[in-house]
């Protein structure tokens, strides 16, 4: 079934909801199973527990299931506080950057869990907790075994298992019940987004929907320190670029031009921009008169090839880059040994802010180089790769709702602001429990704090909590140069970048709305590989002509029957 007729059935499925206010009642020879008490407001008991359990057998068709309570009575009942106070299981990856408290704090205990607990009374219980890059593992093996949590976020593939074998609850109804209007306005502004998360017409978990596609986009980033001590103008062409790639090569000893690191992707220190100069679409299958295709098999590639290869020739590129990882890149960086480096709006964070620390550095973002000066295309990729999903046997899913809801009201009430409510200095917003990011929050924040930035005056927002946070946060870097404000700063400046090429039309959609149809999951490793293997040889002064061996031997083992498979699953 297509996702697009999935999304209509769903669609005619929630509109049903909506009019009619389902509570749907199923029984046993047709008995019809007591209403339960009020979830948010009343103590629980072993009845009200069973009673709360949404779905059915495994098997059930979805007209069979059997939803046994009631929702809240009011959209305050939906904040409303536990008494006595109930325990979440969780378990979650977390970035070492992001797994920062002050004095005394964890994970398991922090300003936001005692808010959780003070205000709902939910007590989160982590069941384990690994670093970010660790979480498919730990996760995988959580899957195999089937000890779950009462909530955990799933990426797109084990969702999509899951869904598909009723493994996790069947929220439909409880969705409808519980969701706040905050939280549906929200799902509201990326609908494709919001019913990625339905299977067969049904809900089974809630997309964490991104941040919008202005944060996704890879630009060029620029030593602006280098740039002025050049005397040269940003670069508008691929030869304006090289060109000034040369003369940071003389100005530093030791240093080469572009950071590219062997997995040549990443978000950052990949060659993405520089493929989307040559108008050509990097790793992405994508749309192109009617017909889904691969961007790295298309002439354009083979064109942004040759052109690194003249690079690896002239030392733009260091020698040995296919050996080195983000990390050995980025000790580059920070030593001040390259000036230019593809990567997304949020590369002032993160790798870019160490080489201000340590090497006075100051980096902006540029429009991409193209071929003849003008905008090309700009590729960004699916942004849905995760979602919350409930345990069947959890004693309270709506909690998980209300928790989503509540921190939602917070963050519009002050953002979690240190300058209204001090217990949150030093606390990363990442390590909330839960978190609904806001599709159209990026673009909204950008065209008010960027003209802000530069005139200094933010008092068209002033009454904007949130907006004077992260405009304030951003001011330290002009005022102060403090080093810890910089990737605010910065981010606006890409966004500026990126926001023309959305004016005007010059985005590149990924075609894969979801997890990798099965024939290509199986594949989709042998292709990368044979596409890094070849792509790092062509680079390193392999014949050209090896770029139209590999189409046909990349067709040959699967990537002609996968994209006959994506074109059956998410054409048109």
């Known amino acids: 079934m297509k996702r697009k007729k999935m999304k209509q059935k769903a669609a005619l499925i929630l509109a049903m909801i909506m009019i009619f206010s389902i509570i749907v009642a199923c029984g046993n020879n047709g008995a019809t199973p007591e209403a339960t008490p009020d979830a948010g407001t009343t103590d629980t008991t072993d009845a009200d527990q069973e009673a709360t359990e949404i779905g059915g057998g495994g098997d059930a068709p979805v007209d069979d299931l059997c939803y046994t309570w009631s929702g809240p009575a009011s959209e305050a009942d939906k904040f409303a506080r536990y008494d006595p106070p109930i325990t979440l299981t969780h378990v979650r990856g977390i970035a070492s950057a992001h797994n920062v408290f002050p004095e005394g704090d964890d994970l398991t205990n922090n300003a936001f869990t005692r808010l959780i607990y003070e205000e709902l009374g939910i007590i989160i219980e982590y069941l384990w907790y690994v670093d970010s890059v660790q979480y498919a593992t730990r996760a995988a093996t959580m899957m195999a075994s089937g000890d779950f949590p009462d909530f955990w976020l799933a990426d797109n593939r084990d969702f999509m298992n899951l869904a598909r074998n009723e493994a996790v609850l069947d929220i439909t109804e409880l969705y409808q019940m519980w969701a706040s209007e905050a939280l549906r306005a929200i799902d509201a502004t990326f609908e494709e987004g919001f019913y990625s998360a339905f299977v067969d017409g049904r809900q089974f978990g809630i997309a964490e929907l991104g941040h919008g596609i202005m944060a996704v986009p890879e630009v060029i980033w620029v030593r602006s320190d280098w740039l002025e001590a050049s005397g040269m103008d940003e670069p508008r062409t691929l030869d304006e670029l090289t060109e000034l790639a040369l003369v940071f090569m003389e100005m530093i000893p030791d240093s080469h031009g572009f950071a590219l690191q062997g997995s040549m992707d990443g978000g950052v220190m990949g060659l993405t921009a520089i493929a989307n100069g040559f108008n050509a679409v990097h790793r992405m299958w994508f749309e192109q008169d009617g017909e889904i295709i691969y961007g790295s098999i298309q002439p354009e590639m083979r064109n942004t090839l040759e052109y690194l290869q003249d690079w690896f020739d002239r030392g733009i590129i260091h020698p040995e880059f296919s050996a080195h990882d983000g990390g050995t890149v980025m000790e580059h960086i920070t030593s001040g040994r390259v000036g230019i480096m593809s990567g997304a709006c949020w590369a002032g964070w993160w790798p870019l802010v160490d080489s201000v620390t340590a090497d006075n550095a100051y980096w902006h973002a540029i429009q991409l180089p193209s071929q003849d000066g003008e905008r090309s295309n700009l590729q960004v990729g699916w942004q849905i790769w995760q979602y919350y999903v409930i345990n069947r046997d959890s004693a309270h899913p709506e909690a998980v709702i209300k928790l989503m809801n509540f921190f939602i009201a917070q963050e519009d009430e002050h953002s979690f602001n240190p300058i209204y409510r001090p217990e949150f200095e030093g606390l990363m917003l990442q390590a909330q429990p839960i978190i609904q990011t806001r599709p159209n929050r990026t673009y909204e924040q950008h065209i008010h704090i960027f003209p802000a930035l530069t005139s200094g005056d933010p008092s068209a927002f002033a009454d904007d909590n949130y907006l004077m946070y992260r405009w ?53 490793s042998s292709l990368r590989q044979l596409e890094d293997e070849t792509f790092i040889r062509i680079i390193q002064g392999a014949p050209i002509t090896e770029f139209d061996s590999f189409v046909d031997a990349w067709l040959a083992m699967g990537g002609l029957q996968a994209g006959e498979e994506i074109n059956v699953e998410f054409g048109r």
């Open 472 to 524: 304030e946060h951003g001011m330290r870097w002009v005022r102060e140069r403090d080093p810890a404000s910089f990737g605010e700063f910065a981010m606006y400046g890409a966004l500026e970048v990126i926001r023309h090429y959305i004016y005007e039309d010059r985005i590149v959609m990924s075609a894969i709305r979801g997890a990798n149809p099965d024939f290509y999951e199986t594949m989709v």
